[in-house]
Structures are given as structure tokens and as C-alpha cells.
């Protein structure tokens, strides 16, 4: 490349290089002195002369994460053609409309893209309305979860260290503003009534959003994407609710994040072992019971047990709670041989003929592929109920 050099006057330029060498050392060391002593200098957690957020650069995270959400990235266009989302590129559309030319005429009438108005009315075919009630109840529950993980994730981008880690959360803001709007079209287009946050839920994701600091990757990440993970495996192999699939990889990223965060960053014996922080991260879990137990007639509408349901989600939100160190003011085998021995004796007050089971050993998520991710992430689940038990 051959530049056109044009004339500078070199005093000018010497005199304004000084001007900023000294107004840099003034601010660096003002900044500097503050930060000593306790005093908040720099805003930003970045290291410029490394050229690196402050705790280095954390490739692995990066890979992990941002660049496998970046390979596994959606689009609603074509996930969910039914929808108003138009995000596919000129090339994605092409690709499209050449896999459809491609196809047999089987094939392509199954793939064919629905409108808003066919996906109703596939909707309207393949459900009553009371269990079209119940999938808007338990769907919605998500949705407003979804909300609030968008909120949680764009304030960890703060909380993190290295450009790894900040890297990885950014992609999960992407990802959560995207399941607010798609899941929101998706409960919408069942045209019944959506209900607000019950007590429970509003409890539970206020208190995510108002935790200290990486305790909010316990209650976002750990719990209350546990709970979204588990109801996508249970719902995502149902007709018009395909798209929850690629929502129940994107949740089994998000709650892998933790522990791979935490590996790099580990939290201190203070932070696992102080009574406050374990009492505070218990109370913070506890609207989940009750909101799971709220679910009760809608899953049941659905062929599955709540209880069913709730220790598949105990063994698997534990088991990440442990890995990552986060500890509650019992360990993990107490709080499910504890759960287990309440929601038995639930059963026996409410159930008539009910026989003692394990339900911390059941496992709710259907679907080959929904299975093979949960276990990337937990293990088999007998493996993991033993550990536990
Ligand atoms: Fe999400
Ligand atoms: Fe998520």
C-alpha cells in the first residue's frame, strides 16, 4: 500500500505528545492512589497496557463458550418460520431454498415453511385447550424467566474477570435476548390467556437479580436455568414446540458456565464456607420448591409428575451447585435425602396408596439428543443419584 504522506509540523506534534504523557501519569496515578486505598479509581476492569481485560485473556473460556454459542448460533427465521422474525442472512435464505429444492416431496412437506396463521392452527389441531392452557402456564413461567436471565446476564458482564469470561457472558445476553422474543411469540401464538409471574417465580428471579455478585451465577445459571433446561427437555419433543430444542442446547451452555468459570476463577474457602453466604444463597433457592410444587396441575395435564419433574431438577441444579463450590447451609446428599423424605410424606398426605420412591433418582427429559447434552453436564443420572445419595 502506498500512503500519500502528508506534511505535519513536528513541534506541534512533540508538544501535544508531552501534554498527553503528563495528563496520562496524572490521571494513571490519581486513579492509581484511589484504588489503593479502597477508593474506586479505574471504571473499567481493563488492562490496556496488556490489552486485556484485567485477569488475563482465559482463552479456553472463550473457546468454550462464545465461540461454540457463535458456531451453534439460530436464527428464528429458520428455526421458527412461522414467526415474525426476519434475522436469516441472504446466504442463509439460499441455503434454504436449496436444501427445500433438494429434498423429496415428503420431505419438503414436512419442512414446509407455516405460516403464522397454518402454526395456529397446527397448535389448535394438536392440543385441547386445556392442555394448550397448561403448556402457556408452563412455557410462560420460562418466559418471564427469560427476562430476567437477559437482566442477570448483561449484569455479570461487570462481574467477570478476563476477556474469556466476558466474552462467554456476552454471548448468553445475545442468547437470552433472543429467547425472550422468540419464546414470547411462541406462548402468543397458543391465543390463550398468559399469566403473570406467580409469588414463587417473582421471588425467586427478583432475588437472582438483587443477589451479590457471583452468587447470581448460582441463582441464575445453576437454578433457574436448571429448571428452563429441564422444562425444554420435557417439552421440546412435542409438535409446534421443535424450536425448544436449540433453546435446551443454549440453556446447557449457560448452565456448564459456572463451574467452567469458576475452575478458572475459583471462589475462596471464605466464599464457599461463610454461614451468611450459605444461608443467603439457601434463601435465594427457596421460592424454587414452592414454584415447581405451583406447576403441579399443568404437568400433570402433561403425563408428568411434578415431583418427578422437581427431583430431576434437585439432583441435576445440586450437583452443579457442588461443582462449583457454591454450598448451602446443608450439603448436597442432606438437601436431597431431605427433599426426597418431604416430598414422599407430601405423597403419603395427598396421594392415596403412594409407595416410598426415589424421585431424586427420575429424570423427565425426553428426547435422545436433550438427553446426550444433560449428560455432557451431569452425568448419567443414576451415576450422579448414587453420588449424591
Ligand atoms: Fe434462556
Ligand atoms: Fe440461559
Not at 419438503?108 to 397448561?134: G, H, M, P, Q, W
Not at 429467547?179 to 432475588?207: D, I, K, N
Amino acid at each position: 500500500m502506498k500512503f500519500t504522506k502528508l506534511p505535519v509540523n513536528q513541534r506541534a506534534t512533540d508538544l501535544n505528545r508531552k501534554v498527553e504523557a503528563i495528563t496520562n501519569g496524572v490521571i494513571r496515578a490519581y486513579d492509581g492512589a484511589k484504588a489503593r486505598i479502597g477508593l474506586r479509581g479505574r471504571r473499567a476492569d481493563y488492562d490496556d497496557h496488556a490489552y486485556e481485560f484485567v485477569g488475563g485473556a482465559k482463552d479456553s473460556l472463550r473457546r468454550r463458550h462464545y465461540d461454540k454459542s457463535l458456531r451453534l448460533l439460530w436464527k428464528a427465521e429458520q428455526a421458527a418460520p412461522w414467526s415474525s422474525f426476519r434475522d436469516a442472512t441472504d446466504g442463509e435464505r439460499a441455503l434454504m431454498g436449496m436444501a427445500e429444492r433438494g429434498m423429496t416431496d415428503a420431505e419438503r412437506a414436512a419442512r414446509v415453511r407455516v405460516s403464522s396463521a397454518e402454526f395456529r392452527e397446527l397448535l389448535d389441531r394438536e392440543y385441547t385447550l386445556t392442555e394448550k392452557k397448561a403448556i402457556v402456564a408452563i412455557l410462560s413461567a420460562i418466559g418471564h424467566g427469560e427476562a430476567y436471565a437477559w437482566l442477570v446476564s448483561a449484569s455479570m458482564i461487570d462481574e467477570v474477570k478476563s476477556t474469556g469470561a466476558r466474552a462467554a457472558v456476552t454471548m448468553q445476553v445475545l442468547e437470552e435476548a433472543k429467547h425472550f422474543v422468540v419464546l414470547r411469540e411462541l406462548v402468543q401464538a397458543f391465543g390463550v390467556e398468559v399469566p403473570r409471574q406467580s409469588a414463587w417465580e417473582y421471588l425467586l428471579l427478583e432475588g437472582c437479580l438483587k443477589a451479590r455478585g457471583l452468587d447470581r451465577f448460582f441463582g441464575m445459571n445453576v437454578l433457574v436455568e436448571t429448571i428452563a433446561l429441564s422444562i425444554f427437555g420435557l417439552l421440546s419433543d412435542k409438535p409446534g414446540l421443535e424450536v425448544l430444542r436449540l433453546f435446551h442446547l443454549d440453556e446447557s451452555r449457560h448452565t456448564a458456565l459456572p463451574d467452567n468459570y469458576l475452575r478458572e476463577f475459583p471462589l475462596t474457602d471464605w466464599q464457599r464456607k461463610d454461614p451468611r453466604a450459605r444461608l443467603r444463597r439457601f434463601l435465594m433457592a427457596l421460592p424454587a420448591l414452592p414454584l415447581v410444587l405451583h406447576l403441579e396441575p399443568e404437568l400433570a395435564e402433561l403425563g408428568t409428575d411434578v415431583f418427578e419433574f422437581g427431583g430431576s431438577v434437585m439432583r441435576k441444579a445440586v450437583h452443579l451447585a457442588e461443582r462449583g463450590g457454591f454450598t448451602l447451609v446443608i450439603s448436597g446428599k442432606q438437601m436431597l435425602a431431605l427433599f426426597n423424605a418431604a416430598f414422599n410424606a407430601y405423597c403419603s398426605l395427598t396421594r392415596e396408596g403412594h409407595v416410598w420412591r426415589d424421585y431424586m433418582a427420575s429424570d423427565t427429559t425426553h428426547g435422545e439428543a436433550e438427553a446426550a447434552v444433560e449428560r455432557e453436564i451431569f452425568g448419567p443420572p443414576t451415576a450422579v443419584a448414587q453420588h449424591a445419595a
